[in-house]
């Protein structure tokens, strides 16, 4: 550390506050918000120095003490000076982190105040009091977060027992101020009790760390990670100091190391690897102005920055930074984990046994011989610790052993594969007997994930296939993404392993397509290397991912009759989710278009089950019933497009027919035949193909009301839409279908109404008779999601309609009002920035294939986005014919088929829909829609 950096520390530890006695509070607290400031500026120096993390959390630590002894000493010679000199002891301890010395510059003061047993002193009521008051208002007024308690000796010991969390804080205290000796006894005392039930101690706080891990994503590598409580975090650091604490008497690791519980050189790696995970929290916590342990991705670009990566380029210093978080938490979490193994704590179920029993243990087993390994209950050893040099071979092989015979590698076989790394040259990476034992792994149906993950987690997935290294610890700057890439690819074997052996209802489809493939271990292959071009950048990766993996497969021995098509997969694993999100997939030519790129059944198939894996695989939230439903009947269409011996029109016409015979045999109420017959007669052939019957009968009776209100109402009224409300529950929203007479600007009408209603929509469509009849379908959620159980919204949303589309009047004002009710800088500044960095676009282009003219928007979703853009593409000579409309976190994505109402040349056209992509970026790109109202 400088030695000015160094000075400034040992000056904030010494300086002396001079308080005259009687001091007006609001003086003294004036002076001390002024040296806290200056304190605070000599901590961000010392930050900035480069000094380590450790050093300034315990610069900041040093601060407290300082203020808060002469809080107490100012506030105790006080309290004597107009009362009485007090007849028992008293003391402030440091509690958790602060007890720790280990204060990062926004941390909570967590304090106790201590008192002995069996006071029975009257004053004491009012010393409470003038301290409460004189040093914890005091603290509160200077701003801290102050967490606190009042406890005799024998209070804190009830308090232990009761709460798990309370006992950790404890068994960090220290005194800050106050007398030595009862905070001696204190402290023997709650030692003594701490070494009663060790054991349930144990037990608890395994749970509450699997709970934990369980909680923050149980893995380290998530893309925005918790430094506090996140796999790998301090939290895990800290936990392991606590079982020491409780096991050995001790939280020093050189006590540890000197027990033989850990090594030097991974005592050396944790402190290490903690230090980097403190200096990162400091750096938030300056940045951030406050307390906060999510490291985002704006604190990332500024940390990686701030920490003088040397990286060309913003997002090349982030991967850099990123990286080296990722291996510190690991190294966290690795060793954590192994010392709770060597501690014999890992199983709260089983007795606790001593590291030197276990060994003994071993010695007197009878294990079983194989390949070199030792077989011994459930856990793979080693018979010597030169079995990897004698065949390097072993180093893939040892994974397949484990595989097959349901083992895991004990601790010391662990360390011996991570220490043989070296071993993997490039004669291993080549060899075909390494090769065979590796595709041999993906063989194992069901059960393929455990093995890639321990052999990723070991360091051998990495240097057995080099070009899946790229991906490690690697940073998706992509806003969906919650892993990093090789977390990601891992989780889709996962997702795979999950279809093939889970009894779950949801995934019956893609198990049994699954069993249906030619050769189904072939997917784990194509998961594998489905993302490996993101290695070069993630922009196009799919297709640079094929010929990155073309060579690999030539490696691997892969048969080549599988080659062109696992390398389809790869080329082409993004068009399926890209297809059924931007296209009308009820249009029959849009079904053939599709089918054109995917050839043949069993090609459309993995796409299938990998469009799926993928998707789960990057986050759990980000699929649901919805999506799933499109992507099924997608691929429902293509295949029976794929399969059928008849001409595309033949199977629609007949599909119709049957659906109209049974519309007849049926008694529809107050729906006459004829009109059955007509409007089987006034719509297409697909509307019958993805319409259930029963949306039909739906449809029919709203024709009929609306056609009834005609006859019986005034030429306004008989303009109203009529409208259904149908909840579904299975899948968690409300289908609204609106009947009207098809006019100019409907749709954005529509949204408008939804919107003031405060209801979300999921997706519409819509299908237009030819007697100008139009039936618009939206899925609508209430704003906190699910059906909408709301009775005003729905009144609301009918009053709306009525005067937008009835009585012809605009709702820009009334929606521009409900916007500016809206926080806009929480929204703004949280969504937008907390987070992944997201890029707004709009395209607007011809889609020749199909024949459309296709507008696609992605954009931060806002009250009236949807009114808006479905108003300037209306008042651009549009008309809407087709819409797909999704958000995701926050995040619209739309997509829009239009046509021309004007008559204009080529030329005008394409000027035209130039202006109108500019006009519909104005709306996303304005974070304010006066912009654009």
């Not at 806290?36 to 959390?57: F, N, P, T, Y």
């Not at 990998?610 to 649901?624: E, Q």
Request: with cysteine; hydrophobic share 35%.
């Amino acid at each position: 550390m400088p030695k000015a950096a160094e000075k400034n520390v040992q000056k904030a530890k010494h300086i002396r506050f001079y308080v005259a006695e009687k001091t007006p509070r609001e003086e003294r607290l004036d002076l001390y918000k002024k040296w806290l400031i200056q304190e605070e500026e000599k901590l961000r120096d010392l930050h900035g120095s480069q000094s380590s993390g450790l050093k300034v959390a315990k610069a900041r630590s040093g601060v407290i003490d300082h203020l808060i002894r002469h809080l107490f000493d100012y506030n105790f010679k006080e309290f004597e000076a107009e009362y009485e000199k007090l007849s028992f002891p008293v003391g402030i301890l440091a509690l958790g982190g602060y007890g720790r010395s280990e204060m990062c510059p926004f941390s909570d003061v967590d304090i106790m105040f201590l008192y002995p047993e069996k006071v029975r002193a009257k004053i004491l009521p009012k010393f409470q009091q003038v301290f409460t008051e004189g040093i914890l208002y005091m603290l509160w007024d200077m701003g801290f977060k102050v967490g606190h308690s009042t406890r005799n000796i024998k209070q804190t010991m009830e308090e232990a027992k009761a709460d798990v969390q309370s006992k950790n804080a404890m068994l960090e205290s220290r005194l800050v101020a106050g007398s030595k000796s009862l905070f001696q006894v204190f402290d023997q005392a709650y030692k003594n009790f701490c070494k009663k039930n060790t054991q349930q101690y144990v037990v608890e706080r395994l749970r509450d760390q699997k709970e934990r891990r369980i909680k923050y994503g149980d893995t380290v590598f998530i893309q925005e990670p918790d430094v506090k409580n996140g796999v790998g975090g301090l939290r895990d650091y800290q936990s392991l100091l606590w079982m020491g604490q409780i096991k050995l008497g001790t939280t020093k690791l050189s006590d540890m190391v000197e027990h033989g519980y850990l090594s030097k050189d991974e005592r050396k790696r944790l402190r290490r690897a903690y230090d980097f995970l403190l200096r990162t929290r400091n750096e938030v916590h300056f940045q951030a102005g406050r307390a906060t342990e999510l490291l985002t991705f704006e604190y990332q670009l500024k940390t990686a920055h701030n920490f003088n990566y040397p990286q060309d380029g913003t997002l090349k210093k982030v991967e850099g930074f990123m990286r080296d978080y990722y291996r510190n938490a690991q190294d966290i979490f690795k060793l954590s984990s192994l010392l709770e193994q060597r501690l014999s704590i890992f199983d709260p179920d089983r007795k606790s046994v001593s590291f030197k029993e276990v060994i003994h243990s071993r010695r007197l087993e009878r294990p079983r011989l194989i390949d070199g390994f030792m077989v011994r209950g459930k856990e793979l050893s080693y018979e010597h610790r030169r079995i990897f040099k004698e065949d390097p071979l072993r180093l893939i092989r040892v994974f397949r052993h484990s595989q097959q015979l349901g083992l895991t590698c004990d601790f010391n076989l662990t360390n011996l594969i991570s220490g043989s790394l070296h071993l993997i040259d490039d004669s291993i990476v080549h060899s075909p007997e390494a090769n065979e034992t590796f595709r041999s792994i993906h063989s194992e149906i069901g059960n393929v994930y455990p093995t890639l993950n321990r052999m990723h987690d070991l360091g051998v997935l990495g240097k057995f296939m080099p070009e899946f290294d790229t991906l490690t610890c690697l940073v998706q700057h992509e806003y969906y993404h919650r892993y990093t890439a090789d977390i990601h690819v891992l989780n889709t074997i996962k997702q795979l392993d999950r279809v093939v052996t889970s009894n779950d209802e949801d995934l019956r489809w893609y198990r049994d397509e699954f069993h249906r493939l030619d050769d189904p271990a072939i997917l784990y292959l194509i998961l594998l290397l489905h993302d490996i071009g993101k290695g070069v950048g993630i922009k196009g990766h799919d297709k640079v991912g094929v010929e990155i993996s073309r060579p690999i497969l030539e490696r691997l021995g892969v048969n080549p009759n599988f080659h062109e098509e696992i390398l389809f997969i790869i080329g082409n694993h993004l068009e399926m989710a890209r297809f059924w999100q931007r296209h009308d997939i009820d249009d029959p030519q849009n079904i053939q278009s599709f089918s054109k790129k995917v050839v043949n059944q069993n090609q459309l198939t993995l796409l299938f089950i990998h469009t799926f894996c993928d998707a789960n695989g990057t986050s759990s939230s980000l699929w649901n019933s919805y999506k799933d439903m499109l992507h099924r009947s997608l691929f429902t269409a293509t295949r029976e497009h794929l399969a059928s011996e008849h001409s595309l029109e033949k199977e629609l016409e007949k599909q119709k027919t049957m659906i109209y015979e049974k519309l007849l045999a049926m008694d529809i109420s107050d729906v006459s035949q004829e009109e059955i017959h007509a409007h089987c007669n006034l719509l297409p052939e697909r509307y019958f193909v993805h319409n259930s019957i029963e949306e039909i009968i739906i449809h029919i009776k709203l024709v009929n009301q609306l056609l009834r209100s005609i006859q019986e109402a005034e030429s306004l009224a008989a303009l109203a839409p009529i409208i259904d409300w149908t909840d579904d529950f299975n899948r968690g929203h409300t289908t609204v279908t609106v009947v009207t007479w098809d006019r100019a600007g409907l749709f954005y009408r529509l949204a408008g109404s939804f919107s003031l209603a405060g209801l979300n929509i999921v997706s519409a469509k819509a299908i237009n008779r030819m007697d100008h009849i139009t039936i618009d379908t939206f899925y609508v959620s209430d704003a906190k999601g699910g059906i909408v159980q709301n009775k005003s919204a729905r009144e609301t949303f009918e009053q709306c309609l009525d005067i937008s589309v009835v009585k012809n009047k605009d709702l820009t004002k009334r929606i521009l009002e409900e916007s500016a009710k809206q926080d806009r800088s929480t929204f703004f500044k949280t969504d937008k920035h907390a987070h992944t960095p997201f890029s707004q676009s709009v395209h607007v282009y011809q889609e020749l294939e199909l024949d459309k003219t296709v507008v696609e928007v992605e954009a931060y979703d806002k009250i009236g986005l949807l009114y808006f853009l479905g108003k300037i593409i209306f008042e651009q000579g549009y008309d809407m014919t087709f819409s797909r409309i999704s958000t995701e976190r926050n995040i619209a994505v739309d997509t829009f088929y239009i046509e021309n109402t004007r008559d204009t040349t080529e030329a005008n056209q394409n000027t035209n829909l130039i202006a109108l992509k500019n006009s519909l970026g104005k709306v996303i790109d304005s974070d304010t829609l006066e912009a654009v109202g």
